[in-house]
């Protein structure tokens, strides 16, 4: 399942970061802590419409535009096959491989296999 809040945390990240400006100058810009803005960046907290018209107005931005990304974005991870699946750790039969596969935004996701080193066993006489 795809989370808003994230999808929009995304879309401010890219912008203030495409401008080279820094949490704290968009914080100071539309009114709201540099806290709060970092979390609604991360998609931890959803903002408010007047919260996001604020941040949209500091980064020089419609709120339409905004919302507007946000939904191509939304309707291209919808129909990407398997892009919206939850967290997901695997092993192999034998127990050697784990695979973690982390969803860090709707569209990127990082896989991280490891395996576990085999042990050779050894008989004391």
Same mark, same amino acid.
Do not use: F, W
């Given at each position: 399942?795809?989370? !808003?809040?994230?999808? *929009?945390? %995304? =879309? @401010?990240? +890219? &912008?203030?970061?495409?401008?080279?400006?820094?949490?704290?100058?968009?914080?100071?810009?539309?009114?709201?802590?540099?806290?709060?803005?970092?979390?609604?960046?991360?998609?931890?907290?959803?903002?408010?419409?007047? !919260?996001?018209?604020? *941040?949209? %107005? =500091? @980064?020089? +931005? &419609?709120?339409?535009?905004?919302?507007?990304?946000?939904?191509?974005?939304?309707?291209?991870?919808?129909?990407?096959?398997?892009?919206?699946?939850?967290?997901?750790?695997?092993?192999?039969?034998?127990?050697?491989?784990?695979?973690?596969?982390?969803? %860090?935004?709707?569209?990127?996701?990082?896989?991280?296999?490891?395996?576990?080193?085999?042990?050779?066993?050894?008989?004391?006489?």
């Amino acid at each position: 399942m795809v989370l !808003l809040r994230r999808v *929009i945390g %995304d =879309a @401010l990240r +890219a &912008r203030r970061q495409g401008q080279h400006r820094t949490l704290r100058e968009v914080s100071t810009a539309a009114n709201v802590s540099l806290g709060y803005l970092s979390e609604i960046e991360r998609g931890q907290k959803e903002a408010s419409s007047e !919260l996001l018209a604020a *941040i949209c %107005d =500091a @980064l020089g +931005a &419609r709120l339409s535009e905004l919302l507007s990304e946000v939904s191509n974005t939304l309707a291209l991870a919808e129909n990407m096959e398997g892009v919206l699946v939850p967290i997901e750790e695997k092993a192999s039969a034998d127990g050697d491989v784990s695979v973690k596969v982390r969803h %860090d935004s709707p569209l990127k996701a990082t896989l991280h296999a490891t395996r576990k080193p085999k042990r050779d066993i050894v008989y004391a006489a």
